[in-house]
């Protein structure tokens, strides 16, 4: 009898104790979205002391070092991620030999998710596809136990839309671990997981409010989610930092100002890539408001910053172009000349290396000069300056790509005032145009065709836009055109 009460005595001081070794780690895993690291740390710390032997505390700690590491790129903070994701592996391991746990394998699909990030942000993408497998057979043996285990669906919906972004000579790495990739799927799943889920709320919201942005251009659904997480952690730089992007997106310079202009003040010193990308983007705001100084000012700021060649090509055309407008000359040469040497894998800096090499050969017309003023005039939402100025001058336009660029955002301007006729008729002109280099337009000009024909309720039209957008969007900018088709489809569901 003193045995059998020994035992219940100790099992239920074991539950109590794990179930306060849980309260810990729940309470760091909150504290690190607030960027609140060193209080967080001590309470997992507390937290092994107690209970060595459970992954849980680990994992938070993985999950640090892997964001210190993203926001740096710190090798000694890759080292700590190795050790601690390598730990929890282990420690899961154990469990798991002993019992089927499924809150224990679906913590495994987290961590092998972490080392998926870690090795594509390490450009192993061997490795990452490795890990991506793993990580997604985790989380299908916890579906297989609950199909209703939503936070599971929503890691796998994660790897189902970023691996639509894989290039084409990877495709034989899909095929080989046998990973597929569908955008729509994978939003659908995050967003059940986001809606449905139990575990992983907060970062099932960041990654929603990221998707209604990339896959369908519905920025201001996107800056609800991340307005809601602000609210809840305002201390959180990368959330600022997105929200920001939003509000460049959807032509919200101020307030993108004032985001950009926090990361940069109160910025944590573990996330330094973040802050040097705030003063790019910064730049951007001052250079979509044609306020050339200011925009040099912090495009050189980014470039002596950043510890990444990323965006490096398009800051230093945009320098360049700063320059241009200043007359600087031999500045303006020297940064066509580096805009050459961002990361050709991004589609902003390959553009850039065109462009560059266009304009150090044949100068930066006139006709550039007013398709540069007039685009950030569309870009910051300026509707009725786009369509005076294109109109003031299209004339005169000698350089026919220039032309149809400036048609094509006068076009999208005219839809922005209810002007369809013609836009529709500008929409119709430009899909005739024998482009040289801007092919995106064609397919843009069917996707105006497509919104136009949607506030007409002519939804026959509609279906056939987008399939006609759809066909030969293969070019620059085809994956904002696609979130654009996405949200057009969506508004025409069951129509």
């Not at 390490?122 to 297989?144: I, M, P, Q």
């Not at 005076?388 to 005032?417: A, C, G, T």
């Amino acid at each position: 009898m003193i045995k059998i009460i020994f035992f219940l005595f100790a099992t239920l001081t074991y539950g109590q104790s794990l179930k306060n070794y849980q309260n810990l780690v729940d309470r760091s895993d909150n504290l690190i979205f607030n960027y609140e690291f060193d209080k967080a740390l001590d309470l997992l710390n507390s937290a092994i002391e107690n209970h060595r032997e459970r992954p849980e505390a680990f994992l938070i700690l993985s999950k640090i070092y892997l964001w210190y590491y993203l926001g740096s790129s710190n090798p000694s903070d890759l080292k700590l991620f190795n050790d601690y994701s390598d730990s929890v592996v282990a420690k899961c391991g154990n469990i798991i030999d002993d019992k089927k746990d499924i809150n224990i394998l679906y913590l495994l699909g987290n961590i092998y998710k972490y080392k998926a990030m870690m090795s594509a942000a390490n450009s192993n993408s061997l490795d990452a596809f490795w890990a991506t497998k793993t990580s997604v057979g985790y989380y299908e043996d916890v579906l297989d136990i609950d199909s209703t285990y939503y936070s599971a669906q929503g890691g796998i919906g994660i790897f189902e839309y970023a691996l639509t972004f894989v290039p084409s000579f990877f495709s034989w790495a899909l095929t080989f671990t046998g990973l597929s990739a569908n955008d729509n799927s994978g939003f659908e799943h995050v967003k059940q997981a986001y809606q449905k889920g139990k575990k992983d709320k907060i970062e099932m919201q960041f990654h929603l409010s990221k998707l209604y942005d990339e896959y369908l251009a519905d920025y201001r659904k996107s800056i609800n989610l991340l307005d809601e997480l602000i609210e809840d952690f305002p201390k959180n730089n990368i959330l600022v930092y997105q929200r920001a992007i939003e509000y460049i997106k959807s032509e919200n310079l101020n307030k993108a100002k004032i985001d950009l202009e926090n990361v940069i003040k109160n910025g944590h010193p573990k996330f330094a890539q973040t802050i040097s990308y705030s003063k790019f983007l910064l730049g951007d705001v001052y250079f979509r408001q044609n306020n050339f100084e200011k925009a040099l000012d912090y495009y050189q700021q980014f470039l002596q910053t950043s510890k990444t060649i990323d965006y490096t090509g398009i800051a230093s055309l945009r320098a360049a172009i700063c320059n241009h407008f200043l007359d600087n000359t031999n500045e303006y040469r020297k940064y066509m000349v580096l805009a050459s040497n961002g990361n050709q894998d991004i589609e902003e800096d390959s553009y850039a290396k065109d462009l560059s090499l266009r304009f150090l050969e044949n100068g930066l017309s006139k006709d550039w000069e007013n398709q540069i003023k007039i685009e950030n005039y569309y870009l910051s939402g300026n509707n009725k300056k786009v369509i005076d100025s294109v109109n003031e001058i299209i004339d005169s336009v000698k350089d026919q790509e220039v032309k149809s660029l400036l048609l094509n955002f006068k076009s999208s301007s005219l839809i922005e005032q209810n002007n369809f006729k013609e836009a529709k008729s500008i929409a119709n002109n430009l899909k005739k145009y024998d482009l040289q280099s801007s092919f995106w337009i064609k397919p843009m000009a069917y996707v105006n065709l497509a919104k136009i024909s949607l506030a007409e309720k002519n939804y026959a039209a509609v279906k056939q836009y987008i399939k006609a957008a759809s066909d030969i969007n293969n070019y620059r900018r085809k994956n904002l055109i696609k979130s654009y088709i996405n949200n057009i489809k969506l508004s025409i569901k069951g129509k």
